[in-house]
């Protein structure tokens, strides 16, 4: 599933929206460097679904061990 690019149904201007996985984990990958703890979690959620990455329980536990350490507030 790795790359995996869905359509969204119509915006509101009437167009229709492609949402890429990979993408996606690029901008949480660049979140979570810079200490976002959601973005980190959703890291570790990609990797256990292997949605815009590689399937790995070894790092989507690394991913949601941290949040766990560090905490996570809104």
Excluded at 3 to 18: A, D
Excluded at 42 to 50: A, E, K, Q, R, V
Aim: glycine share 10%; charged share 15%.
């Amino acid at each position: 599933m790795s790359g995996e690019t869905i359509k969204l149904p119509k915006s509101e201007s009437g167009e229709t929206v492609e949402f890429s996985f990979s993408k996606a984990y690029d901008h949480f990958k660049a979140a979570a460097e810079k200490g976002h703890t959601l973005a980190a979690y959703n890291l570790g959620i990609m990797h256990f679904t292997g949605l815009g990455t590689y399937q790995s329980c070894s790092l989507a536990t690394t991913f949601i061990q941290h949040v766990a350490n560090v905490g996570y507030q809104t």
